[in-house]
């Protein structure tokens, strides 16, 4: 056991990997949730290892492995003696620019105030630029500021997904200690010991600013890139050509590989929100306000995006007469057991309105009911359903579309389908339709 000791404060999408990864590091590591009846259930959850909790098999069997070893409290208190403390509670925003400043400060107050001394508390959420600075003032205004204390701000890196657990242990690091040498020295020295990588995948920000700037510049480039595509998506159905084709061609250019497909929409909790955090900088931290007629644009395509396929649906369940129905893929991506503002629960709750029977196909699901369908987690038939619409993949369902009825829908918003499954579809009904391909 390695003596360093480590505090992580959130065991949520963020903290509970980052626990269980110190735990296989071998650290001293305790986790602390808040203490109240939600929290206390969660824990239980966590522990009951006859039930998966993430979803997915890596973590999963994580949690069976250490379970005599895990160590989570309601007690903040026993954080108190920690050297490194992580903060991983989320720091919420919505369109209106609401946010949850105060519960995000008190909780940091509770520990900064009171953890030992030489303790580095590392802010490991996404905020908006200025948001670690401002929080240094309002501790000198308030005449709690310590200089035997500090404070790091080091985003957290989460790819959803088959590469969950990975993304958190393995992807390059950034943070900034506003350009405190002997805090970096151990912010460095700290990371290479507890994450998997080197020196070369740790980048050091002079100002906390550039480290905050950092996290939510490249969330909002990736929304901003889903919402360019939507239209294209459009125009090419219109035109009768293969956008996904096309966009294969392009990628074959490194300069432009990055470039995003059309789709259901946007979920999930970070694309979702963190553009929104440019505009919170520009309202509470500057001077000079700035304008986001970028922001506001694509962060309205993306908001409205599944209507589109919301309609094109509608069409067929009106002209058909549709009354079985089936989802693939439930949660905002595939391999994750989270719905957080998944378009598919919008899609779930307008087949609810038009009283079809919906069940629900997804492995990663813990749920056994959702909005009144049930949730399906072993094996499909698909010759049971008249609308078969595939969201999403988890990487251990099975799709066999040998027994589709002559009449069956198949309606893809994300391409699921590979060539060899169009063409067995094709075999069997007329009626495929591919979100983004005119061809058909």
């Given at each position: ?11 949520g ?28 259930d ?24 250490n ?11 026993k ?9 991983c ?6 369109k ?12 940091l ?8 001394k ?10 908006p630029?200025?948001f ?11 005449k ?13 890196r ?63 480039y ?52 963190d ?42 369940i ?24 998944s ?25 056994k ?28 369902m ?8 002559k ?34």
């Amino acid at each position: 056991m390695i003596k360093t000791k480590i505090s992580v404060i959130g065991l949520g999408f963020v903290g509970l990997p980052l626990y269980l990864s110190l735990l296989e590091k071998k650290f001293k590591v305790i986790g602390i949730e808040k203490k109240s009846k939600i929290f206390r259930d969660k824990v239980k959850e966590i522990k009951d290892i006859k039930k998966p909790y993430f979803g997915n098999i890596k973590l999963d069997r994580l949690i069976k492995k250490n379970i005599n070893k895990i160590e989570i409290s309601l007690d903040y208190k026993k954080a108190l003696n920690s050297d490194f403390i992580f903060i991983c509670i989320p720091f919420h925003i919505d369109k209106s620019l609401r946010v949850n400043f105060e519960e995000y400060y008190k909780t940091l107050e509770q520990y900064y105030k009171k953890v030992k001394k030489d303790s580095v508390i590392i802010l490991n959420s996404t905020v908006p630029p200025g948001f670690t600075n401002n929080i240094l003032n309002i501790f000198k205004k308030k005449k709690i500021f310590r200089n035997d204390v500090s404070l790091v701000f080091s985003p957290e890196r989460v790819e959803p997904g088959i590469k969950y657990y990975e993304s958190i242990t393995s992807s390059p690091r950034v943070f900034s200690t506003n350009n405190n040498i002997k805090i970096s020295n151990k912010i460095k020295k700290l990371f290479l010991k507890i994450f998997n990588i080197n020196k070369s995948q740790i980048t050091e920000f002079n100002k906390y600013e550039e480290a905050e700037f950092c996290k939510v510049l490249e969330n909002s480039y990736r929304a901003m890139n889903i919402a360019m595509i939507e239209e294209w998506g459009v125009l090419s159905e219109t035109l009768g050509i293969n956008i996904f084709q096309v966009i294969d061609a392009i990628k074959t250019r490194t300069t432009h590989s990055n470039i995003m497909r059309p789709g259901l929409g946007v979920g999930g909790y970070c694309l979702t929100k963190d553009p929104y955090f440019a505009k919170y900088s520009s309202k509470n931290f500057l001077q000079k306000k700035i304008n986001f007629p970028f922001i506001d644009l694509a962060m309205k395509i993306n908001l409205n995006m599944h209507n589109r396929s919301i309609q094109k649906i509608s069409d067929i369940i009106k002209i058909n007469k549709i009354k079985k129905t089936l989802i693939v893929g439930i949660s905002y991506t595939a391999d994750v057991n989270d719905l957080r503002n998944s378009r598919a629960i919008d899609l779930l709750k307008f087949l609810n309105k038009k009283k079809l029977s919906t069940s629900i196909y997804d492995t990663s699901i813990r749920k056994k009911i959702i909005l009144q369908n049930k949730v399906i987690n072993n094996k499909v038939q698909f010759k049971n359903f008249e609308l078969i619409i595939l969201i999403n993949k988890n990487n251990n369902m099975k799709l066999n579309f040998s027994y589709l009825k002559k009449n069956t829908f198949v309606i893809d918003l994300n391409r699921i389908l590979n060539n060899d499954q169009i063409v067995i579809i094709k075999k069997k009904t007329k009626n495929l339709i591919i979100l983004g391909r005119g061809d058909l």
